[in-house]
């Protein structure tokens, strides 16, 4: 059963495979109106510009070894509007999709005509295969390459875009949104990096991957067959072995760092797999398995949503499959509310709290770096404010605070950890920033800081 479940998966995926477009005018649009220039690690390859508002780019960057494909649709009248500034919506594809099947696939052409809204596309595979799945792959010495995925989509593409169109580059102006793998994509990236999106969305997506034991047993066999089959690479190769590299699984699992995504703006679309309006006569048996499986999996990740009392969006229809007029359907149905999401973006949590399993990251102008006795390990930052913070973390730790005080203020830190308390009188630096060398603690255990002014 399982195999056949499987197989129906990659049967699916290559029938939704979209149409390659090829470029011209490396580094420059044609007519002028926009200049792709290289930065930030992103090489511009060809540019094409296909009408008013659309762009096909073609990009290389270390972190992927070879060159893949940007779709862009701009507002209409974004060349007359010079000093008009756009939020952006980072809109990704599923298993075997490329860059340009929102646009020949979904409608998202017409459904973005009108808004004041940049719309972008990237690949998140290379040349229509399995897919990266959104992550830098735990192998990057396959056939494929480096395969940095998030490298290039966070770290990369989001900076390059705002330095080469008008955006809104803060969170308020940014969202994200996937269907299938790119469902999990954007909620992956919205509960690893949340303080870079304001919204994000998954349509028939897979939010769960490792949090329910039950969904999890699917996922990890659907990752590992499209890895060895549709990427052609072994099967653990994009996060490592579901027993032995459970924690990198659990660490870009959406359902597991849920607790991310307060404050952020969430729809969840998903259906059971019964045949419905939009599907033809004779309906696909694959869209109808696949689908029942995102719905598991969707019908998880809300749970988890519900019991931590973070609000979403949950549009769970009982009828529709797996294919891109319900995923079109989907994106109609969200650009309307999304666009009053970027009108009213919601405020930044007052207190911040972040998990993760990196050793270093920086998140709301918070940043942690961790010297601990494994290489990955969770570790919680929680309530922090301008007040202090609690860190529950392994090893030893640095904090790095945000700008939130005058600089040169004095203060007083106050620490504790189990029975151990520790008072440091210091002052803020240059910045209006605090940082702090917690005391090495051998296990997972909760420091906790108070600030305050002598």
Known sequence: MRIRVLAITLTLAAASTGLAVPARAAGRAAGGAVRFTDSGGIHVVDVRRVDDRQYALRVSTAALGRAVDVRVLLPTG????????????????GTSGRASDWIERGDAERTTAGRPLITVMPDGGFDGDGGGWYTDWADPRTALGPSRWETFHVTQLIPWI??????VPRREGRAVAGLSQGGFGAMSYAARHPELFVSAASFSGAPDIAYDPVVSVGAA?????????????HPDAIFGSRLADAINWRGHDPATLAPNLRGMRLALHTAAGVPGPLDPPVPDPAAIGIEALTHASTASFHRRLEALEIPSHYDDRLLGTHTFPYWARDLRRHIGPLTRTFAAPPRPPAKISYRS??????QWGWTVSLKRPEARQFSALTDASAAGFALRAAGTATVTTPASYRPGARVVIDVARGRTHKVIRTSAGPSGRLTLTLPPARGAATTLVRISRP
């Open 357 to 362: 399993i990196d050793a270093a990251r920086t």
């Open 162 to 167: 705002d330095r080469n169109l008008r955006t």
């Open 78 to 93: 974004y060349d007359r509007r010079p000093g008009a500034r756009f939020p952006v919506l980072y809109l990704f594809h």
């Open 221 to 233: 066999g659907v990752v590992s067959y499209v890895a060895a089959v549709g990427d052609g690479v």
